[in-house]
């Protein structure tokens, strides 16, 4: 093991052994005895300072008092599973999902309340579109109404407003040039509807930086499919009908590593999405 990966897995036990003394409720002198480990060496683990992977019988005996998993001890996955014979789930496949803007969404947002959520929407972000465009955009679905995606657009709205939110938006170029021009689907769109779109995304934009932050790709160099990853919790990929859910540590950090490359061949940070969509704007007629 590398001396970068051996001092992640000595964080990551670190801090997950806390949230297991601070679960149940003992002193830590109280926990090294319940677990049968000498005092010395729990305080040697919760050093901030301590480079030293511990002892297999210190975490079997973790493990076994806490009923986590070895795997959640270490974070190679998100779930602490209880039982030590208890398979975490580390994939799983969520269905009926007739359009990317779901409920279920909400609560995978609440749920990764206070990390940050880095996000590739299939268009442009749905928490920044008008009225007019969730109308024609998703008239042609019949699980949920409009007026029901709305309602959804409004509480995740909502939920970005709060002090405690942290959201990182990579959308193509081309998606939102495609927008301003009435192209691939948006020709329904009156020149009207689209600048009232792209004026409320530039309002929204300057309200909530830097709480959420959008960026723009161009497809030339980087591509990606729609993603949401959920802080350290879940990754999720929509391929249209279904979300791919992933739950374990190295599928969500590399997740995460493709999200980064696209805000490095990002050709428009966020500082810059209100002057440019102005131009854009321009344009329409």
């Not at 691939?184 to 509807?193: A, H």
């Not at 950090?253 to 490359?261: I, K, V």
Request: a negative charge; proline letters at 5%; glycine letters at 4%.
């Amino acid at each position: 093991m590398r001396s970068g990966e051996r001092h992640d897995t000595v964080r990551i036990f670190r801090e997950r052994l806390l949230e297991v003394i601070r679960r149940t409720g003992l002193s830590q002198t109280a926990f090294a005895e319940a677990v049968g480990i000498d005092r010395s060496t729990l305080s040697q683990l919760l050093s901030p300072t301590n480079e030293r992977l511990p002892r297999i019988d210190s975490i079997i005996g973790v493990a076994h008092y806490a009923q986590v998993s070895l795997d959640w001890l270490f974070g190679l996955t998100q779930q602490d599973s209880l039982g030590a014979d208890v398979v975490p789930e580390t994939f799983q496949v969520e269905r009926n999902a007739p359009s990317p803007l779901d409920e279920r969404l909400l609560r995978w947002h609440a749920e990764a309340a206070g990390y940050k959520i880095r996000h590739v929407p299939t268009s442009f972000p749905d928490v920044l579109k008008t009225e007019a465009v969730i109308n024609v955009e998703y008239s042609d679905y019949f699980a949920r109404s409009p007026k029901q995606r709305i309602e959804t657009t409004q509480a995740r709205l909502a939920y970005l407003r709060q002090p405690e939110t942290d959201m990182e938006v990579c959308t193509s170029l081309q998606a939102i040039e495609g927008f301003a021009r009435g192209e691939n689907g948006w020709s329904e769109l009156s020149p009207k509807d689209r600048r009232e779109q792209i004026d409320h995304i530039i309002d929204l934009c300057n309200e909530l930086y830097p709480s959420f932050r959008w960026f723009l790709f161009d497809v030339r160099q980087v591509f990606s499919v729609p993603i949401t990853i959920f802080g350290p919790q879940r990754a999720v990929i929509y391929i249209g009908q279904m979300y791919f859910v992933f739950h374990s540590t190295d599928h969500i950090r590399t997740l995460a590593q493709h999200f980064d490359s696209l805000i490095r061949a990002a050709v428009v940070q966020p500082t810059d999405i209100p002057r440019y969509l102005e131009r854009l704007r321009s344009h329409i007629r």
